[in-house]
């Protein structure tokens, strides 16, 4: 099948700062994405899970966005504005999408 | 005359130290704190039981709606009094205040950076409600009550101790700033909107309004906060496990001096504006308490540079416990005490 | 006599206007609709409190067994009526008859194209269970009740819509047939298993097997109702919020043109077949209510091309609301006026 | 007199198959048993109702503390007797000695490989406390009761099972051995410790302090039950549609033989050590049911390399239904019999 | 350690669309793959987030499928007939895997 | 904006091995992970979903490690350890990240 480049960027942050990465993303004109819930992990501030937890400090996201190789500055400038003092693990990977014309 | 350290046992009136160690028996023997007993002892002992995060949420959900509605509903069928007013002000004064005391201590007793010295101490003036509860729970058993409007006021000492806490750090740290969406977060928290929100339905629905929802809200509640404090124990327990190098001795003393320190701070206050005995208890706890919900989920948005592994294992890691266990019963004797209640 | 729009207050009798004003006012003062309220403003707000959405999924399966077996045993307790038949068929033929009326407002209306428009109506022909339960909450408070199998009615009104909107869908759009797993899908969507199995339950264990659960499905149910309501008005809100552009003035005024409209066609239906005040009340209750769970879930399957955010909007942020707040009270006031209940 | 296959109707007394008869009506006629049938069906149907994942496991959570707790204050309000330790031990010699037997009976009903063999041997040792609980209500309905500590049985029967199967597994697959980490994991699995703890808890606190949280674990308990026991019918009916062609015919026999078999032994224990009627009934129901919550987690670790589709689907889609619906009044007439209670 | 290449695909949809999804995919063939839960994100049709819904209409899923390159024209023609009329962003990635022949 | 080289490393395994597959990973200094839900999926073993689950031997989890290329041999052993006889469907993919110095 037809397939065209993309690039996929994925930013890890605490569930907190939801609203602010979207506010931002928003802004920057970054339409697409997804959140997924991070359940656990461990970094330089150690190990956590948020099982049994109740409030949202603890808990992170994920938010992915698949969009095109021209579009990835802006992404990246806009998501490093919020991401900058915070966790914020961005990863971006090249990908194929079927139907450019929805990014 | 049942004075400062006494409490009826059966027909018996037993006072003193006695007094005392039977209230604090009575307490640790609840099944509320065997519950969260159970919960520390599974999690430091490496069991796999764990609570949906769903289902904590959920529970929280409840606790705070019940216990807002409760106290609406008694101001409701009390009449409003002007030390609602009052209590209120020296809620959020002590709210403020608090976090300085803290910050202070901190300073001396470890050495904690200002950023995460601030962020610790905005946790202490800030309150949490399930010890509220709790305390609630061991006035009843104790045979006392207090103003409903105490709801009210645990609701207005949510906030003030973040902004002292801002204060603190953006004197040395520019990056930390207050905007008008940080403000909104921190005063529109889920906690207090719930709190405050069930608060006004109870006193708008009063008495006769309760007694529809009674056997969901009113009946269960204590089976209910025993599980929720069974995950409380279980989540306390595993932040123990995992953040035990963190713990300094010097954090450690400072997550036992300070409640009682709040305590008496929050007596003093208290006392000062006429709180009947069961009143000043709840603010003592208050004052006591430390936030483990909305102050971490401020902390985390705006001061990121602070480490969560410090705040949450002292506040839920060993300044909840201790009050849940000990504190709440030298709570009591003392409001008793000096009230003379 | 108590007529149409009449009221017992304490001893007197409130009638008229003033008996309507009283129950609306009874109404909108419940713990359920402040609840509901709560959750609009604090999602309104923008404040950040959620309610997990395994515990909403929970209390919605919670309300519907409850509500489906309290239906069951109450006609197992009646015995078996032919008015069940005939109410089911009427239930039947309302909703696959409801959009086509809607639909053909909408294109008076509004400016939705036809693929929106018959997603839309087919959440005005299915119908909302929670408003039905708030409907028998507000009968009971008035001292009216109801013929148990108007559950019944409910579940057999989930999907007769759903084919309807398909067919107006598929006289312009080929893409969109019938399939036997839709079909399937569509029959056997959760929440009419749900109500039907809990109801064939409740009418095999009858009064005694209801007794042996009651503390759990019955006495408890208002409240679990108002946490329930609570992350409505929280979802709802938030939708608002979040589609406010997509609520044009047309569609907006569709959305609270069409509830009492449909109540009329329910009230005439009900009066056809006999149905006594509180059944036709609650048949009008249905024929007023929108899906917001079993259509949107088809309609996203079936009609990927209709847009969520306005059926949702129109369906959860509209016309729930209007319906819960001010819909109820009307539709008894019209209930008791036509039937001289 | 009342004897084994008797059963007590209004004034009347129904002996023999009737007796049998009408209690496996009763039972099967039950909101408990009526609400798993529904689920099977529901998933059988293939209707898209499910359980969100957080609300079964904490029902389950909830259930596990509510029926360790009575338990524990029903020891505390009995006194410990002689008879709560050979009963833990016997118990334990079930759970180890079953699966040898279970293993060999696969091995001549069917073509399983043996590391599958063990793993699902494993789970017929040990135990479901769904069916425990479904059987302590049977008993109620029937007029009887139980020693208390049969909670603290069904616990110690939990995990010397998994032991037994990986001794099976270890004589043929060196890869398979016991570790420290494996071994806590296996003693302090979740539902152990929170059977353990709730017992404990209630020893500690006695009635009084199961008053206290009475209308949350024991009034609404079996209405929760209704819908934990709905959950285990769609998650039963799903895996059964899901691994229908893994269940020859050898298989499903093994799964109905079994848990008759293993209730015969639990008999022939139990009237050794000289148990009463009930308590002779539970630890018949122990030992014919088998796990689907310890066994699998630990299988799943341990044994990876069985299929979890044979062992998941023989122990909830076979064997739970069968004794919920069949088993449990045949071993109650089983155990009348023998005890001539 | 020794890698072999392969292919990740990753199917993001509407949460009813799952069974569907599913029986397609075991149509073609594919037998191995995991579905993730989508927690809110944002699209042309606006920003969404699953918090206290009760009906499954608003969720979205992702299949993730690991598969042998040789294997992908034939998942991505099944995958397509689902998507076609649906929201169903889909992302080709390359990837590589330990123990291949697992795909 | 600058990025930096970097592997990513996915671990599907059954949720009743979380706790080990991290202290192997804790072992081979590997501090940053996140964590994942699998709420469904499908493999040799037939299909399985998380819906309704009471126990957790039916779920699966997703590891995800972001890590600088020299030290992906060392995680890969490590997970391998614990993967070897479990289902552990390991993936890794290039990608770019933000600010290096985190990992
Ligand atoms: N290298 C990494 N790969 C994946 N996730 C990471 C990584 N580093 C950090 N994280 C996630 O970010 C969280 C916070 O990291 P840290 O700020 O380093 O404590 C961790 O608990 C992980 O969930
Ligand atoms: N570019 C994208 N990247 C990631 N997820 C997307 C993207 N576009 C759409 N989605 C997801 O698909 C959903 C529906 O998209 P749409 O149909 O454009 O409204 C969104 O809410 C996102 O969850
Ligand atoms: N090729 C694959 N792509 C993605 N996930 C997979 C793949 N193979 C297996 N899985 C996951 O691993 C689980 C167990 O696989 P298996 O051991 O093959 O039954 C599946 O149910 C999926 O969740
Ligand atoms: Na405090
Ligand atoms: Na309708
Ligand atoms: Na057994």
Not at chain 1, 75 to 99: K, N, P, Q, Y
Not at chain 2, 268 to 281: E, Q, Y
Request: net charge neutral; aromatic share 6%; glycine share 12%.
């Amino acid at each position: 099948m037809e397939t065209h480049k993309a690039k996929q960027v994925t930013i890890t942050i605490e569930a907190p700062m939801e609203r602010r990465l979207r506010a931002v993303l928003d802004e920057a004109g970054v339409t697409g994405y997804s959140v997924l819930k991070v359940i656990g992990g461990s970094g330089r501030s150690g190990a956590w899970s948020a099982e049994g937890q109740v409030g949202s400090a603890g808990g992170m996201i994920q938010v992915i966005c698949i969009i095109r190789p021209d579009r990835l500055d802006g992404l990246l400038e806009a998501a490093f504005s919020v991401v900058e003092r915070h966790i914020g693990v961005v990863t971006i990977t090249d990908c194929d999408v079927l139907r450019a014309e929805r990014f | 005359m049942a004075g400062a350290l006494c409490r009826i046992e059966g027909k018996k009136e037993v006072c003193g130290l006695d007094g005392f160690l039977a209230l604090a028996a009575t307490n640790l023997g609840s099944p509320l704190i065997l519950s969260f007993v159970l919960g520390v002892a599974a999690a430091l002992g490496r069991s796999d039981l764990v609570f949906p995060e769903a289902a904590a949420k959920a529970l929280s959900i409840y606790l705070l709606f019940a216990i807002g509605m409760k106290g609406g509903v008694s101001v409701a069928e009390h009449g409003v009094d002007i030390r609602l007013g009052t209590a209120i002000l020296l809620g959020i004064v002590l709210s403020a205040a608090l976090p300085l005391l803290a910050f202070r201590l901190l300073g001396i007793m470890t050495r904690l950076d200002r950023t995460n010295a601030a962020a610790v101490a905005a946790h202490y003036g800030s309150i949490s409600i399930v010890t509220f509860v709790a305390g609630t729970s061991v006035l009843e058993s104790a045979g006392l009550s207090a103003d409903g409007f105490m709801v009210a006021v645990a609701a207005a000492m949510e906030a003030p101790a973040i902004l002292s806490a801002l204060w603190l750090i953006s004197r040395s740290d520019p990056n930390v700033r207050m905007d008008s969406t940080l403000w909104r977060e921190i005063m529109l928290n889920g906690s207090i909107v719930l709190l405050i929100g069930a608060f006004v339905i109870g006193m708008i629905v009063g008495a006769d309004g309760l007694a529809e929802v009674d056997s969901f809200f009113v009946s269960p509640f204590k089976g209910a906060l025993c599980l929720f404090l069974l995950d409380m124990g279980l989540v306390a327990g595993r932040g123990l496990r995992r953040s035990r190098d963190v713990l300094t001795p010097g954090l450690l003393a400072f997550g036992l001096l300070m409640p009682p320190l709040g305590a008496c701070l929050g007596a003093v206050g208290g006392l000062l504006i006429g709180l009947p005995t069961g009143s000043l208890f709840l603010m003592m706890v208050l004052a006591a308490s430390a936030s483990y919900i909305a102050v971490p989920a401020a902390m985390r948005v705006a001061v990121p540079e602070a480490d969560p592994g410090i705040y949450l294992t002292l506040s839920l890691g060993v300044t909840f416990p201790f009050n849940l266990t000990l504190g709440l019963p030298i709570y009591l004797a003392l409001a008793r005490g000096i009230s003379g209640g």
